[in-house]
Nanobody
Framework: QVQLVESGGGLVQAGGSLRLSCAAS????????MGWYRQAPGNQRESVAS???????NYSDSVKGRFTISRDNAKNTVYLQMNSLEPEDTAVYYC?????????WGQGTQVTVSS
């Protein structure tokens, strides 16, 4: 069973930065596609960024140029560096792992950006 544990959320003023971390259990991390999703109240969960096992990244248009996803296979950890945060980025952020046709989710971490 894969477990994902997020950390790093919190309250920040607009224009500020936060770095989210997601630590994964198990030995499949290095072959998995890792992603960050977010869900604001009343909205559907949406993809924010993803990174393949080879390091190829993809971003939603709303965060491109402001957020950076990275991974450290030695630590089984994926990161999301969030800069120039906007109130519209306020949401619960979830870590996602995809491998062998399955996906797993973390419990989520709250990010609140005040104006």
């Amino acid at each position: 069973q894969v477990q994902l544990v997020e950390s790093g959320g919190g309250l920040v003023q607009a224009g500020g930065s936060l770095r989210l971390s997601c630590a994964a259990s198990g030995s499949i991390f290095r072959i998995s596609v890792m992603g960050w999703y977010r869900q604001a109240p009343g909205n559907q969960r949406e993809s924010v960024a993803s990174i393949t096992s080879g390091g190829t990244t993809n971003y939603s248009d709303s965060v491109k140029g402001r957020f950076t996803i990275s991974r450290d296979n030695a630590k089984n950890t994926v990161y999301l560096q969030m800069n120039s945060l906007e109130p519209e980025d306020t949401a619960v952020y979830y870590c996602n792992l995809k491998v062998f046709g399955r996906q797993y989710w973390g419990q989520g971490t709250q990010v609140t950006v005040s104006s």
